[in-house]
């Protein structure tokens, strides 16, 4: 078992930043692809960034690359999305996932443990 639970959402005007946070713990030694994804209503959930706990490495989804920053911090067992320039169509739930296997792909399908969700609104 593995308990994510992110924190960091509120509501910003277009061009603003906010920094999201996800606590980790319980078994992350075999779940260490550790993933944000987001959901806006009427939409399916769709990967924003990527990382691993051990070996590091960053991947992203085109619409936010170059805004967004996934990190890690493993001695605060927590992973951080800095976004920055936030648009209104940034607006959604936005959730941490930890999975075993995923790979580079963010594949909601692939990942075996969430959090509740934290919400992102930006407002232009």
């Known amino acids: 078992q593995v308990q994510l639970v992110e924190s960091g959402g509120g509501s910003v005007q277009a061009g603003g930043s906010l920094r999201l946070s996800c606590v980790y713990s319980g078994n992350t030694g075999l779940y260490r692809y550790m993933g944000w994804f987001r959901q806006a209503p009427g939409k399916e959930r769709e990967g924003v960034a990527g990382t691993h706990l051990s070996f590091g490495g960053t991947w992203y989804d085109d619409s936010v690359k170059g805004r967004f920053t996934i990190s890690r911090d493993n001695t605060k067992n927590t992973v951080y999305l800095q976004m920055n320039s936030l648009k209104p169509e940034d607006t959604a739930m936005y959730y941490c996932?930890?999975?075993?296997?995923?790979?580079?792909?963010?594949?909601?399908?692939?990942?075996?443990?969430w959090g509740q969700g934290t919400q992102v609104t930006v407002s232009s």
């Open positions: 996932a930890a999975g075993r296997s995923v790979g580079l792909a963010l594949q909601a399908a692939n990942y075996n443990y």
